[in-house]
């Protein structure tokens, strides 16, 4: 611990240790579903991060990091970074899921040009703004901040300070993909209902050609998305719940 005991004297221990949990929590606070949000103050999400990590380097779950050097110790921090940005990944992918899925909805029946409120760097569609929000809610009710908390102080054993090759980067890998693909099956009932509209507007335009049937199918092509969509959303919250936490891994 002599990288900042000519300034700091005794209190450098303590420093380092600090500085290695922040490393860590960095990006699992800030990509964390709920406290991660873009409507959440940037002051607000640094003090969480400065708070939280305050906390679980005084409980003694962490080690004390061996870090004598400058060197050392940018090394360590950069390793850190690495593993919260992987940990942090896995916490945002599960309302990603709801994201694509909603996206895909929204263009299947017709409200993709609706936009909501920016709850990540860009606005999304109204029905990704309302999956999104749903899923967040139903986590946070679920403690899982929680559980996310007592997470991280597990994998201090799981992942010591630093290691980067304890990381197992090909089920972050697998987690993306199985994110995306349960995401796409989410929406397949709506794509499937915009296919058959589709084909049935194609056989009556063809029987047809002076009817302009778009002005009657676009209209109950949104209002049977929306019907179909307030039947099935509680459903399809409750079995994303179930995959959300898989796909985490590591809570």
């Given at each position: 611990?002599?990288?900042?005991?000519?300034?700091?004297?005794?209190?450098?221990?303590?420093?380092?240790l600090f500085l290695t949990v922040v490393a860590r929590l960095s990006f699992v606070v800030f990509l964390m579903p709920g406290i991660g949000d873009q409507v959440m103050s940037a002051r607000t999400r640094l003090f969480v991060l400065l708070g939280l990590s305050a906390a679980i380097a005084s409980t003694g779950a962490v080690p004390a990091p061996d870090a004598q050097k400058l060197a050392d110790l940018l090394q360590l921090l950069g390793s850190e970074v690495i593993i919260g940005l992987g940990l942090g990944a896995l916490l945002r992918l599960?309302?990603?899921m709801l994201t694509i899925a909603g996206t895909v909805i929204a263009q299947s029946i017709g409200l993709a040009q609706f936009l909501g409120v920016a709850l990540e760097h860009e606005a999304q569609t109204v029905t990704s703004n309302m999956l999104s929000?749903?899923?967040?809610v139903i986590l946070l009710t679920a403690n899982y901040h929680i559980a996310v908390v007592d997470?991280?102080?597990?994998?201090?054993?799981?992942?010591?300070?630093?290691?980067?090759?304890?990381?197992?980067w090909g089920m972050?890998?697998?987690?993306?993909?199985?994110a995306l693909s349960f995401a796409l099956m989410l929406a397949w009932p709506f794509v499937a209902a915009n296919l058959f509209y589709?084909?049935?507007?194609?056989?009556?335009n063809k029987a047809l050609p002076s009817l302009m049937v778009a002005f009657v199918g676009a209209p109950f092509m949104v209002g049977a998305g929306v019907m179909l969509l307030a039947i099935s959303i509680s459903g399809m919250l409750i079995i994303w719940k179930d995959r959300a936490l898989q796909v985490i891994g590591w809570l």
């Open positions: 611990m002599e990288v900042l005991a000519p300034y700091l004297g005794q209190a450098s221990p303590w420093i380092v599960s309302v990603w929000m749903a899923g967040t997470g991280l102080m597990r994998l201090y054993a799981e992942i010591p300070l630093g290691d980067v090759a304890q990381v197992s972050i890998y697998g987690s993306f993909y199985s589709n084909i049935c507007l194609g056989f009556i």
